[in-house]
């Protein structure tokens, strides 16, 4: 298949990246506002070529006729859109409007596959979280989601797409540096640690959980969906909660010990944080993942495994010539932070229901 992916500078971007180029069927145009790295270690690499474009003013440039699939992932993430509204409404909205119509004129009818996220739900809701649900978004981050959400839906509908709209999990073990964001510390727990640096935890409670995916089971429920027939879901209603888990920090620190050695505790400093834990405790912690698990995809059983794997992508960063990684393991730094479910203070404050 013929493959662009949107945003492939970042986390998601460069893993998914990796992964389809370990399949010589599959051609990939990766772009990003910066140059994408073509990610090392696949077995194709030259099957890949960068394109740097900003969606907002150029989408036309990164499209064309002969696309099979498009994965959307580029975009400002929670902290950034809600600390930059405009940019936000630009990038997050805009940009994905402006590429939309790029591909219904150019290529009617490709393959869209789009990274929502579970910041589409507000409170009050109601345990298990399913689709079913209507959405009311507490932050822009989850307003613009869910705006092209709808734009997803209908052009689909339309015929000018074959759209999916995957609400992704928290995504963790996440490489990159702390950020400001209340959900910084759900990677940083692990990372931090295994690089032998300090983690605030800002909350006491070992039992409060978080729904999360690792990165390797978002990959390969991006790749389920590659094969998914039109006809699997309705055609106005493209949405679906990628699977997810419920971790625990009590989890995440037993999981911490087992990987990196029961040492690297002593670098988690838990300190009740009274901003922060609202926020925590406002997130929805469990999700129905019935219709993802219909569709093939597949969940996480145990937070171990993630970490191991973070490890894994540690020691294979060291390993590679030039000291610098396949994957971008300092892009948490960039402008965007971290990417949790609502990982800033909303504008009118946290709210701290519990429903
Ligand atoms: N990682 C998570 O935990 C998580 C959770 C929920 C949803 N998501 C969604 O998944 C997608 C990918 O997440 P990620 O973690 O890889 O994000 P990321 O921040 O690592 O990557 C986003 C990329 O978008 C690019 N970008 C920004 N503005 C652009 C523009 N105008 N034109 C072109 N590119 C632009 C950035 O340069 C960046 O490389 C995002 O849409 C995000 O909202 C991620």
Same mark, same amino acid.
């Given at each position: ?10 986390? &998601? ?79 997050? &909205? ?25 910041? %589409? ?25 869910? #705006? ?26 996440? @490489? *990159? ?12 727990? #692990? ?10 935890? @800002? ?5 409060w959980r978080h729904w999360m995916s690792s990165p390797k089971t978002l990959i390969y429920n991006l790749c389920v969906v590659l094969q998914l027939p039109r006809g699997s879901l309705p055609l106005h209603g493209r949405q679906v909660n990628v699977p997810g888990f419920a971790v625990t920090v009590q989890d995440m620190m ?5 990987? *990196? ?33 219909k569709l093939g995809m597949k969940q996480d059983k145990s937070f171990v495994q993630s970490v191991l794997d973070y490890k894994e992508t540690l020691e294979e960063s060291k390993r590679s010539v030039n000291g610098t990684s396949s994957l971008p393991l300092t892009n948490g730094s960039k402008v965007n932070g971290v990417n949790? %479910? ?14």
């Open positions: 298949m013929r493959i662009l992916i949107t945003g492939a500078a970042g986390f &998601v971007g460069q893993i998914l990246a990796k992964e389809l180029l370990n399949d010589p069927n599959h051609t990939l145009i990766l772009t990003d506002i910066t140059e994408p790295p073509i990610p090392r270690g696949s077995k194709h690499p030259q099957n890949a070529k960068s394109i740097k474009a900003d969606l907002f003013e150029d989408s036309a440039s990164v499209v064309d006729k002969s696309l099979d699939a498009v994965y959307i992932f580029h975009g400002i993430m929670s902290s950034g859109a809600e600390s930059n509204f405009e940019l936000g409404m630009r990038v997050n &909205v805009d940009a994905t409007r402006h590429l939309l119509d790029s591909l219904r004129k150019t290529c009617p009818g490709v393959r869209v596959i789009y990274a929502s996220s579970q910041a %589409v739900y507000g409170l009050p809701l109601p345990t298990p979280v399913t689709e079913a649900i209507l959405p009311l978004p507490s932050t822009s981050y989850g307003c613009q989601k869910i #705006i092209c959400e709808n734009l997803i839906n209908d052009y689909t509908r339309r015929g000018f797409i074959n759209g999916f709209s995957l609400r992704f999990p928290t995504i963790s073990v996440r @490489p *990159g540096t702390p950020t400001a964001a209340a959900s910084s510390f759900i990677s940083g727990i #692990i990372r931090e640690p295994l690089n032998g640096e300090e983690c605030i935890v @800002p909350i006491k409670d070992r039992a037993d999981a911490l010990a087992e990987v *990196g050695g029961k040492d690297k505790l002593q670098l988690l400093r838990e300190e009740d944080d009274e901003l922060v834990k609202p926020i925590l405790y406002s997130w929805p912690d469990e999700f129905d993942n019935t219709l993802g698990l949790g %479910v609502n990982g800033v203070v909303p504008v009118d404050g946290p709210k701290a229901i519990k429903v």
